[in-house]
């Protein structure tokens, strides 16, 4: 009788840490101006319910075990304290409360059974909605005065597409990064894209994983399908490459960039700080930069284009394809006279479509734009112009050049590429170039014939191509909604409506320069896309993954129709 009621305690407090959620949302907006005090009762409760929380944790645990396993709920009667003796509108309680109720979540998540067994039975849920409480949270930061360079709070709608626009790794902006926020915006922003760069990969690699002791067996299927691991010993350890993968590359391009760029400045600390900045938001393909003008100062610089697009590249291709092509390198320096290291299919479809993509891009956008937009540029500055931008359209959001100043034809190349994306397990976006090479390899074995689809002399399973045609026909119909409605609430041209949509929802950042003059109805819907397209496909292919595990037990009678 006393865990039954527990368990609905837990769930009441639970339900007030939402609902605070909300009100540190929307507390400062006008939706909620016209009630002030109402508010300012509804918040009381609201901490109220998390002290008795805390009181509840203290008396049944004792004082020394409390602080050494509850230590961070001392949050809560801080931000009561300070809400009641203290302005309840000022930043620093705003602050506490945001400590509070994440900290209220974390202690009761895992004493609530019912909590627990819904993060067990909905796990793509849950990877959406913890996308969406780092969106929340870092809405409410932005929206603080502090992160502002003017001292006033941003609008509801601009916060949220910033905090959308960073965790999703997009890099759409409608304020200047560098000029709009102070230091603690920026390093909200950098945090909001390491956060949303690692969720993207580690999500799909330890959500399970985390989940383990509820979940057992039920899961592990679904987990090793998606990492294409055999064993959870294994997924452990590549959890363990990715994040020393991650800052491993992350601090060399840094350290490359401030090498490169350290002359240009008269503080080492400012160069050091805009090198570890673009350095993340290269790697995590987020496109945010501290430059006004991206990084279109360094378009003759073949160094900073160089850093630039490698880190793009590396974080592009996948941890799986890395870690593969790190143990062929060890083999090829450590072991030489080991037996020659055979590739998956994965890495080498992700590097022939990469490459085939990256070349072929250049190539096209070169001659494209050489009497162009790279008519007054040397044939060499084109060239490296050129492939910049190819590598950049695969989900970076970086440009060297005007893009709003390219041709029609060269923007529907870019939507092309933007649409095709980075590859799977990687910090881009897009529907991914192992969906592309499934898709051209299904379509190859049709037109042969063949009753199997092959790449590079092993089968493809039946399951991983129903999957990529899911995606692209579910990623084609969210870009069309998109684009619909963008043209309905919009008035600008056809083809820039079309290329800020696929940009979004790509989670590429490319813009000819309509972002920010965007209504709100056009902003929130380019948030949907940023959301959609990096969560979208990844939670399909959870959903089908699980779906696949249970084939039906009948069949319906056959029939022929005509295709083509």
């Known amino acids: 009788m006393m865990k039954e009621w527990m368990d609905k305690f837990n769930a009441v407090v639970i339900a007030a840490a939402v609902i605070e959620f909300f ?145 999703c790794v997009t890099g759409l902006i409608v304020r200047d990064t560098g000029g709009d926020f102070t230091l603690f915006g920026q390093l909200v922003i950098l945090a909001l894209i390491q956060i949303g760069a690692l969720g993207i990969m580690t999500f799909s690699v330890s959500l399970a994983l985390i989940l383990r002791r509820e979940v057992h067996m039920r899961m592990e299927t679904v987990m090793q399908d998606v990492l294409d691991q055999e064993t959870l010993a294994s997924s452990i350890s590549l ?37 570890v900045f673009h350095a993340v938001s290269a790697f995590c393909n987020a496109g945010f930069s501290t430059f006004s003008d991206s990084l279109m100062r360094f378009s003759a610089d073949i160094s900073t284009n160089l850093v630039v697009m490698t880190l793009i590249i590396t974080g592009g291709l996948g941890f799986v394809v890395v870690q593969d092509l790190w143990r062929w390198l060890g083999n090829r320096i450590v072991r030489r006279r080991a037996a020659p290291h055979r590739f998956r299919v994965q890495t080498r479809a992700v590097l022939a479509v990469s490459l085939l993509l990256i070349v072929l891009g250049a190539s096209l956008i070169y001659l494209l734009e050489r009497g162009h937009a790279f008519a007054d540029m040397p044939a060499g500055g084109g060239v490296v112009a050129a492939v910049f931008q190819s590598v950049t359209a695969r989900t970076a959001g970086f440009n060297t050049v005007n893009t709003a100043g390219l041709s029609r034809a060269t923007l529907f190349l870019l939507c092309v590429w933007m649409f095709i994306g980075a590859s799977s397990g990687s910090t881009g976006g897009g529907i991914k170039t192992t969906t592309v090479a499934v898709l051209w390899a299904t379509m190859w074995s049709g037109l042969r014939r063949r009753d199997r689809v092959e790449l590079w002399k092993r089968s493809i399973g039946l399951a991983t191509v129903r999957r990529a045609v899911a995606i692209l026909i579910s990623s084609l119909a969210v870009v069309c909604a998109g684009v619909i409605f963008l043209l309905h609430a919009e008035r600008f041209a056809f083809q820039k409506i079309i290329f800020e949509a696929v940009s979004a929802f790509g989670t590429v950042g490319l813009t000819t320069g309509i972002t920010a003059q965007l209504t709100p109805a056009g902003k929130t819907a380019l948030i949907m896309l940023m959301f959609i397209g990096r969560l979208g496909p990844l939670s399909l292919g959870y959903v089908l993954s699980a779906l696949g595990r249970r084939p039906a037990k009948y069949a319906y009678p056959e029939e022929r129709v005509m295709i083509g």
């Open 239 to 275: 959890i363990r490459f990715i994040m020393i993968m991650t800052f491993s590359i992350e601090l060399v391009g840094a350290v490359a960039l401030f090498l490169i760029w350290h002359g240009h400045y008269s503080s080492a600390l400012a160069c050091a700080y805009d090198s």
């Open 23 to 167: 009100f540190l949302l929307f507390g400062e907006s006008h939706f909620l101006a016209p009630w002030p005090r109402t508010v300012w009762w509804i918040n009381l409760i609201l901490l109220a319910i998390f002290m008795a929380a805390v009181l509840t944790d203290l008396l049944s645990t004792g004082l020394l075990a409390f602080l050494r396993s509850g230590w961070f709920l001392l949050t809560v009667p801080a931000a009561l304290l300070h809400f009641l003796v203290a302005d309840p509108h000022s930043q620093v309680s705003v602050l506490l409360r945001l400590a509070a109720t994440p900290a209220i979540l974390l202690s009761r998540g895992r004493r609530s059974h019912r909590f627990v067994a819904l993060m067990n039975l909905k796990p793509a849920h849950m990877m959406i909605v913890s996308f969406l409480a780092a969106i929340t949270t870092g809405t409410i930061l932005l929206q603080l005065p502090m992160a502002s360079t003017d001292g006033c709070r941003l609008r509801l709608v601009d916060a949220l597409f910033t905090a959308t626009s960073a965790t």
